[in-house]
């Protein structure tokens, strides 16, 4: 259509969250118009946020228009959206590898980072036992699930499992289908049966393994800093 790029991101910007999903498509065709105010395309969002239209917006330069992005890249995270740790942990890779869809890499970062919160008997022993979780710092969690939300239109972090899981009545056994972890009653097989693309299934990632039951990702999903953000 005829309308400046000014008017879509207008309306990107403040429209509903079914508007903006209805927009996305011009957004992509629109990248080059963009580029040439990308500072301005993205002032009107807060990157302590997890506005996925801010990494929307960020993933569409990423794959047309790259050049502009070390422009919006802040210095202390190398990356657009803030990422605090309160144990010191650089989660630069994990924006990096979410900004450019590399979602299987992003997944491995997000489960030794899960590992390496809960302890150094959880990074020996190669996984998280349910009891160390609610010992795991909570604004890690969150930056990890606001990075995750960001750059995925909103469908996958554990807030969106989380949610999916209350609308399921706690139910793990109708989750499984719904975020394509299952089919017709087979575990899909990690990792090559995964879709690792923003095609898959609402809350198909991070992946945690049920390898060892189902109570590490209960303890996850019901952590009080994740809980406090549904
Ligand atoms: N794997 O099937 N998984 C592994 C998943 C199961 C198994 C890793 C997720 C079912 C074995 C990750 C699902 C099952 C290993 C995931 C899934 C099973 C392994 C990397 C769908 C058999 C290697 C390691 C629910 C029926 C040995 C990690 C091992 C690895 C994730 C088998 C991320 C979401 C019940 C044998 N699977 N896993 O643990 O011990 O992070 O790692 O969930």
Redesign the pocket.
């Known amino acids: 259509t005829n309308q400046s790029v000014e008017e879509l991101l207008e309306r990107f910007t403040s429209g509903s969250k079914r508007q903006r999903l209805s927009l996305v498509k011009t957004i992509e065709e629109r990248a080059e118009e963009l580029a040439a105010l990308a500072q301005a395309a993205l002032a009107s969002f807060d990157p302590d946020g997890d506005d996925w239209a801010a990494g929307w917006i960020l993933q569409v330069f990423q794959r047309h228009q790259p050049q502009v992005l070390p422009s919006l890249l802040s210095s202390e995270s190398r990356g657009w959206f803030s990422t605090p740790s309160a144990v010191g942990i650089d989660y630069e890779p994990l924006q990096r590898d979410l900004l450019a869809e590399n979602f299987e890499e992003a997944?491995?970062f997000t489960?030794a980072t899960l590992r390496k919160l809960a302890g150094p008997g959880a990074e020996q022993r190669?996984?998280v036992y349910f009891s160390e979780v609610h010992a795991i710092n909570g604004l890690d969690l969150v930056t990890i699930d606001r990075l995750w939300t960001a750059y995925s239109q909103g469908r996958f972090g554990f807030t969106t499992q989380a949610r999916l899981l209350n609308a399921l009545d706690g139910r793990y056994h109708s989750l499984?289908a719904r975020i394509g972890?299952?089919h017709e009653g087979t575990?899909?097989?990690?990792?090559g049966s995964?879709t690792w693309s923003l095609s898959a299934p609402e809350g198909h990632m991070p992946?945690?393994?049920?390898?060892?039951g189902v109570r590490l990702m209960d303890a996850v999903l019901h952590h009080p800093s994740l809980v406090a953000r549904r």
Do not use: M
Request: proline letters at 5%.
């Open positions: 997944d491995r489960s190669g996984y499984w972890w299952k575990w899909t097989r990690y990792p995964f992946l945690i393994n049920q390898l060892r």
